[in-house]
């Protein structure tokens, strides 16, 4: 079993920054591939970046050059940071793992006031 417990969504103005965290725990960490989803209200669940256990990684078009996922399997952990936020980036982010299934966190709101 694993979990994952995201930190670090709030409100903030376009323009602005936030860094999401997840830390994972219950599996070996560094075999999985980690990442980030988000939902908007009336929206679908949308990939936003992951990154695998080799450390390729992966953008959705939308966020490209403005977001950057990394890993430290060390602390277990994925980030996710998020520059020059646009009102269209408000969403639930979702971090979640995948090896032979996937697990996901409860979510993390952003919210971006214009």
């Known amino acids: 079993q694993v979990q994952l417990v995201e930190s670090g969504g709030g409100l903030v103005q376009a323009g602005g920054s936030l860094r999401l965290s997840c830390v994972a725990s219950?599996?070996?960490?560094?075999?999985?591939?980690m990442g980030w989803y988000r939902q908007a209200p009336g929206k679908q669940r949308e990939l936003v970046a992951n990154v695998d256990s080799g450390g390729r990684i992966n953008y959705a078009d939308s966020v490209k050059g403005r977001f950057t996922i990394s890993r430290d399997n060390a602390k277990n952990t994925v980030y996710l940071q998020m520059n020059s936020l646009k009102p269209e980036d408000t969403a639930v982010y979702y971090c979640?793992?995948?090896?032979?299934?996937?697990?996901w966190g409860q979510g993390t709101q952003v919210t971006v006031s214009s």
């Open positions: 979640y793992s995948y090896r032979t299934r996937y697990y």
């Open positions: 219950g599996s070996i960490f560094s075999r999985n591939t």
